[in-house]
């Protein structure tokens, strides 16, 4: 059964950076993307980043580009969010996901039903 797990949230003041990690078990990067979300209160849940299966390639929402970094670990099966010039809207719970890649190694997509195994979230409160 897979699990992920993330970790790493907290309180930041604006211009911090934070670090989130995503440990998943029961399975293996090969034909899965990952990807990482949030969701504020009241908001829908919005897709941040993906890594393909193959690790080569990466997309970003226009929200969080230039200022956050996905990236993976395949030897500890973790991948991570690395968070800079945070922002008080940053603010939200955050996770991680899991998805088959039907369509191809080499491409990610950031659309929530995209993925079907969730992490239980981590807090990341922006303070200004």
């Known amino acids: 059964q897979v699990q992920l797990v993330e970790s790493g949230g907290g309180l930041v003041q604006t211009g911090g950076s934070l670090r989130l990690s995503c440990v998943v078990s029961?399975?293996?990067?090969?034909?899965?993307?990952t990807g990482w979300f949030r969701q504020a209160p009241g908001k829908e849940r919005e897709g941040l980043s993906c890594?393909?299966?193959?690790?080569?390639?990466?997309v970003y929402a226009d929200s969080v580009k230039g200022r956050f970094t996905i990236s993976r670990d395949v030897a500890q099966n973790t991948v991570y969010l690395q968070m800079n010039s945070l922002k008080s809207e940053d603010t939200a719970v955050y996770y991680c996901?899991?998805?088959?890649?039907?369509?191809?190694?080499?491409?990610?997509?950031?659309?929530?039903?995209?993925?079907?195994?969730w992490g239980q979230g981590t807090q990341v409160t922006v303070s200004s």
């Open positions: 890594i393909s299966s193959s690790g080569g390639s990466t």
């Open positions: 029961g399975r293996t990067f090969r034909s899965y993307a």
């Open positions: 996901a899991s998805g088959l890649t039907a369509y191809s190694d080499y491409e990610c997509r950031l659309g929530v039903t995209e993925y079907t195994d």
